[in-house]
Nanobody
Framework: QVRLVESGGGSVQDGGSLRLSCIAS????????MAWFRQAPGEEREGGAAISTRVGSAYYGDFVKGRLTIAQGTDKNTFYLQMNTLKSEDTAMYYC???????????????????????WGQGTQVTVSS
């Protein structure tokens, strides 16, 4: 079992920045696929970024356009999402997710499918106002 706890959400103005954090506990191996997704009201959950923790390879969703950066902490249980140049359309609940024991490369471009991730956090709200 894995427990994920997100933090760092909040309200910012257009053009602002936030850094989200996710702390994982439980069966994390150091060679996992960890990811950030978001879901706006009435929309499907979409993949923002993923990282293979063994080699540090990062993958990004189509909407990111260079504004988001995923990174690991110095321990294997923490990862971050740095979000810059935020826009009102980035307003959503942001979730971290993990697929323990699997490299994101296993999925290629299909990493964005939520079914790949058996464990999810409760989410942290990001609100961007103009």
């Amino acid at each position: 079992q894995v427990r994920l706890v997100e933090s760092g959400g909040g309200s910012v103005q257009d053009g602002g920045s936030l850094r989200l954090s996710c702390i994982a506990s439980g069966n994390i191996y150091g060679y996992d696929c960890m990811a950030w997704f978001r879901q706006a009201p009435g929309e499907e959950r979409e993949g923002g970024a993923a990282i293979s923790t063994r080699v540090g390879s990062a993958y990004y969703g189509d909407f990111v356009k260079g504004r988001l950066t995923i990174a690991q902490g110095t321990d294997k249980n923490t990862f971050y999402l740095q979000m810059n140049t935020l826009k009102s359309e980035d307003t959503a609940m942001y979730y971290c997710a993990v697929d323990p024991g699997h490299d994101c490369a296993l999925y290629g471009s299909r990493w964005i499918m939520t079914d790949n991730f058996p464990y999810w956090g409760q989410g942290t709200q990001v609100t961007v106002s103009s």
